[in-house]
């Protein structure tokens, strides 16, 4: 079992960084592969990142790749989310989510992921 807390979220500017954070429960997180996932209001949750359990291999949404950084210390049983110049589009509630320990990759897709978390509001003023 896999507890999963956001936190780090809130309002900044357009061109601005944030930096979010997953704090996990279990003693099986570094066995985890981590993903992060965002909804938009009226929309679908979509994918954002996602990590291996080692934090050897990274996967990224194209609408985000080149200003967003996944990472993870499993030491501290945390994955992170580095946000920089950020869109108005970006504005979303963010999910983090585990997925099963018998796996080593993530993956881009919702039901691969067994954990989720309650998730944290970004919000980008433009």
């Known amino acids: 079992q896999v507890q999963l807390v956001e936190s780090g979220g809130g309002l900044v500017q357009a061109g601005g960084s944030l930096r979010l954070s997953c704090a996990a429960s279990?003693?099986?997180?570094?066995?985890?592969?981590m993903g992060w996932f965002r909804q938009a209001p009226g929309k679908e949750r979509e994918f954002v990142a996602t990590?291996?359990?080692?934090?050897?291999?990274?996967y990224y949404a194209d609408s985000v790749k080149g200003r967003f950084v996944i990472s993870r210390d499993n030491a501290k049983n945390t994955v992170y989310l580095q946000m920089n110049s950020l869109k108005p589009e970006d504005t979303a509630v963010y999910y983090c989510?585990?997925?099963?320990?018998?796996?080593?990759?993530?993956?881009?897709?919702?039901?691969?992921?067994?954990?989720w978390g309650q998730g944290t509001q970004v919000t980008v003023s433009s």
């Open positions: 989510a585990a997925r099963s320990r018998t796996y080593v990759s993530g993956s881009a897709q919702l039901r691969e992921y067994d954990y």
């Open positions: 990590i291996t359990s080692s934090g050897g291999s990274t």
């Open positions: 279990g003693r099986t997180f570094r066995s985890n592969p």
